[in-house]
């Protein structure tokens, strides 16, 4: 008689709902991040001198900079700004993403 192999007491049909399962939830978050592809993250450095806008795939869409934030002798000033902006809004994006995908996340790691 063949042995049959041991998934831990799980029968073959408890097995292939938990297949199930989770090829429906991978498809739930393919749906979430195509969602999130779609929406715009904005951050914004101090008085607004510097707006830097994300897709929620982390791509720099557009990157606004007021003229007063432009000082030919305080060039640091304007390097300051922008990396500001860009940290704020990749800081949206990645908020977005885990309120969005942490519910599917939740208790794997």
Same mark, same amino acid.
């Given at each position: +008689? =063949?042995?049959?192999?041991?998934?831990? %007491?799980?029968? $073959? &049909?408890? +097995?292939?709902?938990?297949?199930?399962?989770? *090829? *429906?939830?991978? @498809?739930?978050?393919?749906?979430?991040?195509?969602?999130? =592809?779609?929406?715009?993250?904005? &951050?914004? =450095?101090? /008085?607004?001198? #510097?707006?830097?806008?994300? =897709? %929620?795939?982390?791509?720099? @869409? /557009?990157? @606004?900079?007021? !003229?007063?934030?432009?000082?030919?002798?305080?060039? /640091? $000033?304007?390097?300051?700004?922008?990396? /500001?902006?860009?940290?704020?809004?990749?800081?949206? #994006?990645?908020?977005?993403?885990?309120?969005? $995908? &942490?519910?599917?996340? !939740?208790?794997?790691?």
């Amino acid at each position: +008689m =063949s042995k049959r192999p041991n998934f831990g %007491g799980m029968g $073959m &049909g408890n +097995m292939q709902n938990l297949i199930k399962q989770a *090829k *429906k939830m991978q @498809k739930q978050m393919e749906q979430e991040q195509a969602n999130l =592809s779609t929406q715009e993250f904005v &951050g914004k =450095s101090a /008085d607004d001198l #510097v707006i830097a806008t994300f =897709s %929620g795939d982390r791509k720099l @869409k /557009d990157l @606004k900079i007021d !003229k007063e934030a432009i000082d030919p002798d305080d060039p /640091d $000033m304007l390097q300051d700004l922008v990396i /500001d902006a860009v940290n704020k809004g990749i800081n949206e #994006v990645e908020q977005a993403t885990q309120a969005s $995908m &942490g519910k599917y996340t !939740k208790g794997l790691m």
